[in-house]
């Protein structure tokens, strides 16, 4: 699954130079020095190198984003969140991890087949039209939270992707992608539904995968080769799709004007460099982006990733807060699922009165 040697390497040749450690966003949020990316690292090599470690250093692994913002700073190119991913699966076999907070997560993945405890009897109901099976090589894959907490977001990128003339289906045991599964550290549960998703695929005919989540996309795109070795689909993110029919002119937009601001997700910026598609969709919808300081390679956080939010809430809404403290403007649009929900929850939380949208939400309002 990982090279443990590889990763060692990499650990020894950090100089502890600290150019990460102010771009680490659970470090600068609580100034706790062994919540920081050199800490890490030292806890990863004693992880992998077998040493007795402390229930703070197992919890400041979990505690990591694995948001890749100190991996984009570090002058010899260590891949940080690579390296603490590793140890997290090395603490598992270990039987040091996952902590309490992701066993209650996973045991709902495996029983409800969603990470998010919703019914799956009730998973479809953000239909805006009655459910028809049909057959398509296209599945739209809404993911646990479009399905289940951020319904609205569901029911536009349904819509959106229709009035483009897209060709797709929907299925109804659509299940999770697993993604929560193998970023803790479970790989042995994650290869199962990995397997039992690509087998699903497979008998279904699909041959593309369109998701409006961040997380499903980098999941079903890096995960599953990673695990599965070779896979019979591929996959776009929503943004993608629709930022190829707007280069084609096959997507008419109209412009309403709206003023916004844009946050890059970590899944869809720093780990798969898509910037600039997502902003060229908002133009085409008359939007005036407002950039975070901090924005494309650089942008924050939403601080809810890599298993974070359901075991350090505190800290999740925290590194939130401070985001949505920044902007200038009351909405805030994200092309990512979690990061989207979290931006919401931790604005009713706090109090903030900031509005959150998907991306899809705004390209809705703009067809004719």
């Not at 998973?123 to 894959?141: F, G, H």
């Not at 809404?317 to 200038?328: C, G, H, N, R």
């Amino acid at each position: 699954m990982f090279d443990r040697k590889r990763l060692l390497e990499f650990i020894d040749s950090c100089i502890e130079c600290e150019q990460c450690v102010d771009m680490c966003p659970t470090y600068t949020e609580t100034n706790n020095d062994l919540l920081d990316p050199i800490s890490r690292l030292r806890i990863s090599k004693k992880v992998f190198e077998g040493e007795e470690v402390s229930q703070e250093e197992v919890e400041s692994l979990y505690s990591c984003l694995c948001c890749e913002r100190c991996d984009k700073v570090c002058p010899y190119e260590i891949p940080v969140s690579e390296i603490v991913d590793g140890a997290k699966k090395e603490l598992v076999r270990r039987g040091l991890g996952p902590l309490e907070a992701h066993e209650r997560i996973i045991g709902g993945i495996m029983e409800k087949d969603n990470s998010v405890n919703g019914d799956p009897e009730t998973r479809l109901e953000w239909m805006p039209e009655e459910y028809v099976e049909k057959d398509s090589e296209n599945l739209l894959y809404l993911g646990c939270l479009e399905s289940y907490l951020i319904k609205d977001s569901a029911s536009s990128a349904y819509q959106v992707l229709k009035k483009a003339g897209v060709d797709f289906r929907v299925i109804k045991d659509e299940g999770c992608c697993g993604t929560y599964l193998f970023e803790s550290g479970r790989v042995d549960l994650a290869e199962k539904k990995f397997r039992e998703n690509a087998e699903k695929f497979k008998k279904l005919g699909i041959k593309r995968i369109i998701t409006p989540c961040a997380g499903c996309y980098r999941c079903f795109k890096n995960y599953y080769p990673i695990v599965l070795g070779k896979v019979d689909f591929e996959v776009y993110h929503i943004v993608e799709v629709l930022y190829d029919l707007l280069k084609k002119g096959q997507l008419k937009l109209e412009k309403v004007e709206r003023e916004i601001t844009y946050h890059d997700p970590c899944h869809l910026g720093r780990a798969e460099g898509i910037y600039e598609e997502p902003r060229e969709l908002l133009k085409a919808c008359g939007a005036n982006i407002v950039e975070f300081e901090d924005n494309r390679e650089k942008a924050n956080c939403c601080g809810a990733g890599s298993g974070v939010r359901s075991a350090f809430r505190d800290l999740s809404l925290e590194i939130a807060t401070k985001i949505l403290d920044s902007m200038k403007n009351d909405t805030l649009v994200s092309p990512c699922a979690f990061c989207a929900f979290n931006f919401s929850y931790t604005s009713r939380k706090k109090n903030k009165g900031k509005k959150v949208l998907h991306i899809t939400d705004v390209i809705l309002d703009s067809f004719p």
